[in-house]
């Protein structure tokens, strides 16, 4: 089947350069968004192409710009079509932290650098309108979990006082949240959006359109308690006292040591993998996205730590552990 699309920016692309180029597709994305590598004499570019009915890519537009204004490595935009939904970005090549660590590589400097990345993102001034993470957007998020992992992996439909009493058991935990000092949040800081790039640090940042306004444990949450990553604790714990010794004293003062800072961070671990385990099930059963199951297995792992660490209530623990 011909992929009209491609077709498309094929076209497009032709009014950019008069030379010949080739392109190849990248990994899949967990949207309507996709990704192609374009080889243009001996240079690189990645094509992102997303269909306008169902992407605005102006939210990428406009992140971007201010992560770039701000020090932040995000790719350069070289071209753009807002009308076809194509843009022609900067190549980060094929180095995600995920494949850096997997073949080896030193663990230290990574980190480092995206400490030091999320540091600057949640100290500057946000100048663009983002939306909020608040209460309302935490229970969808959460509903998730009760709409499409629960019915669709555990084959188990909860109940309507089921799915009210968790909306209960719940809610002081994204009330905790919401109570946290807020700041920028890029929303999907994990090993497989922080890129290596050929030429070295600093980690080139991509997946980004989604930011918000949210709590300032929520990046570091989503780097330390990755999806798809699974670090000794006392490595998770070193880095997070790190990042609390070097925030901001009025925002190191909203709590009493770093363990209860390091509290927060595992409720807001708890939150998103909750949302992550819902997300998963939607893109396999919804999106035929299959290979986003295999993610679910360590997702629950961490998710489980979090149940036992949080000292959750007995009748909340006994619905998540629906296994």
Request: with cysteine; hydrophobic share 40%; aromatic share 12%.
């Amino acid at each position: 089947m011909a992929d009209e699309r491609l077709a498309q920016a094929s076209q497009w692309l032709n009014t950019i350069w008069n030379h010949v180029f080739e392109i190849k597709p990248l990994a899949g994305d967990a949207s309507f968004r996709r990704y192609f590598r374009v080889y243009q004499s001996e240079e690189t570019y990645v094509l992102m192409d997303a269909p306008p009915e169902k992407e605005d890519v102006t939210p990428f537009l406009n992140v971007c710009a201010w992560l770039q204004s701000i020090g932040m490595r995000v790719p350069k935009i070289l071209a753009k079509d807002l009308e076809q939904g194509f843009l022609l970005l900067e190549d980060f090549a094929d180095q995600t932290w995920s494949t850096y660590l997997a073949s080896g590589g030193e663990m230290q400097l990574l980190f480092a650098d995206a400490l030091r990345q999320l540091h600057i993102l949640q100290s500057a001034k946000v100048d663009l309108a983002l939306p909020v993470f608040d209460i309302a957007r935490m229970q969808r998020e959460c509903d998730l979990y009760l709409d499409w992992y629960l019915p669709k992996v555990m084959q188990y439909v909860p109940t309507v006082d089921e799915r009210k009493q968790f909306h209960a058991d719940i809610l002081p935990y994204l009330k905790h949240l919401s109570e946290l000092p807020q700041a920028a949040v890029h929303l999907d800081y994990h090993s497989r959006n922080l890129m290596l790039p050929t030429d070295g640090l600093p980690l080139g940042v991509i997946d980004f359109q989604d930011a918000v306004i949210g709590p300032i444990t929520y990046d570091l949450a989503s780097l330390l308690y990755d999806c798809y990553q699974d670090y000794p604790e006392h490595l998770r714990r070193q880095y997070s006292d790190m990042f609390f010794h070097a925030l901001p004293k009025r925002w190191q003062l909203h709590f009493e040591d770093s363990s209860a800072w390091h509290k927060s961070l595992r409720i807001t671990a708890f939150q998103r993998h909750l949302k992550a385990m819902g997300i998963f099930a939607r893109l396999a059963y919804r999106d035929g996205k299959k290979q986003f199951l295999e993610e679910i297995p360590l997702t629950r792992k961490h998710f489980n730590d979090e149940i036992t660490y949080l000292d959750i209530p007995a009748s909340l623990k006994h619905f998540l552990q629906c296994e």
